[in-house]
Nanobody, 114 residues
Framework: QVHLVESGGDLVQPGGSLRLSCAAS????????MGWYRQCPGKERELVAT???????NYADSVKGRFTISRDNAKNTVYLKMNSLKPEDTAVYYC????????WGQGTHVTVSS
């Protein structure tokens, strides 16, 4: 069982930046595939970025060049640095972990608005 806790969501102006964090419980974190997904109002949940245990990353086309996923295995934490935020990035952002099963966090709200 893995417990995930996201933080860092906030209200930010267009063009601004945020860094989301996801702290994971358990000793298997360093082996896990970690990811960030988001659910925009009225839409289905979509992939934002993933990072493997050997630091291979993958991004949705809509965030390439603006968002960066990273991980700190010593802290059992995965991060999502978001730059040049746009109103269409407004969503609930969810952390995902796959290690011997899939686990989701509760989500953190990001609102991009002037």
């Amino acid at each position: 069982q893995v417990h995930l806790v996201e933080s860092g969501g906030d209200l930010v102006q267009p063009g601004g930046s945020l860094r989301l964090s996801c702290a994971a419980s358990g000793s298997a974190f360093r082996f896990a595939l970690m990811g960030w997904y988001r659910q925009c109002p009225g839409k289905e949940r979509e992939l934002v970025a993933t990072i493997t245990s050997i630091i291979q990353t993958n991004y949705a086309d809509s965030v390439k060049g603006r968002f960066t996923i990273s991980r700190d295995n010593a802290k059992n934490t995965v991060y999502l640095k978001m730059n040049s935020l746009k109103p269409e990035d407004t969503a609930v952002y969810y952390c995902y972990c796959y290690v011997l099963g899939g686990y989701w966090g509760q989500g953190t709200h990001v609102t991009v608005s002037s």
